[in-house]
């Protein structure tokens, strides 16, 4: 099993581009999430999806769209990246006993 | 509203214990967790503890669960550099996790 796997892992984007960023899941689990990671602020949850075909807003929405393409993947896209979107992102799956979720590796973004 | 706060840093001596501190704020919480960054990399999960637990010992890992006041800790025994890492804590009062800003462990010689 692979887990949780995110591509790319790197990306420069200059103000106003777009960009998807891709997460996938090997693990059959029905909850995906999206996260970001800025310095000092913990994890903060974007976007998630509870089961395929339905996502919902987390706590930081604004700037981001998602698609729950089918059960094992969920993208996050910028339509039009500021230098505040500058951050690691986080794609996670959940284990539905427990409540316990599984990260992928991140994708650091930076926004010029 | 929701708010877990921990401690942004903690230096010891390897060797020496660790103990990272986290408030949470939701009683409903049924399950409680420890997760470990390391430099560069994801999230992973380190421990849990259920909510009608007070302690429980995983190896060098000591969970201790104060519900009454919503304070929740990690002890690390024998803490090596290879613990050095970024520790969050997060509760569960939904669906979703709620992760406290993280404390960032330097292990020292």
């Known amino acids: 099993n692979a887990g949780v796997t995110q591509t790319p892992k790197f990306q420069v984007l200059k103000t106003g581009q777009s960009m998807t960023l891709q997460c996938a899941q090997d693990?059959?689990?029905?909850?995906m999430y999206w996260y970001r990671q800025d310095p000092g602020m913990g994890l903060r949850l974007i976007y998630y999806?509870?089961?395929?075909?339905?996502?919902d807003k987390g706590e930081v929405p604004n700037g981001y769209n998602v698609s729950r393409l089918n059960k094992r993947e969920f993208s996050l896209r910028l339509e039009s990246a500021a230098p505040s979107q500058t951050s690691v992102y986080f794609c996670?799956?959940?284990?539905?006993?427990?409540?316990?979720?599984?990260f992928g590796p991140g994708t650091r973004l930076t926004v010029l | 509203g929701e708010d877990v706060e921990q401690s942004l840093f903690l230096s010891v001596r390897e060797g020496d214990s660790s103990v990272i501190n986290c408030t949470y704020t939701?009683?409903?919480?049924?399950?409680l967790y420890w997760y470990k960054q390391e430099p560069g990399a994801g999230l992973q999960l380190l421990t849990y503890?259920?909510?009608?637990?007070d302690m429980k010992q995983d190896q060098r890992l000591t969970v201790l669960l104060n519900k009454k006041d919503k304070h929740l800790s990690l002890r690390i025994a024998d803490t090596q550099t290879g613990d050095s890492a970024i520790y969050f804590c997060?509760?569960?009062?939904?669906?979703?996790?709620?992760f406290g800003t993280g404390t960032r462990l330097q292990v020292f010689p």
């Open positions: 996670a799956s959940r284990k539905t006993n427990r409540n316990e979720q599984f």
């Open positions: 693990m059959n689990h029905n909850s």
């Open positions: 999806s509870a089961s395929e075909g339905t996502t």
């Open positions: 939701d009683s409903s919480s049924t399950y």
């Open positions: 503890i259920f909510s009608n637990m």
């Open positions: 997060a509760e569960t009062p939904t669906d979703k996790l709620i």
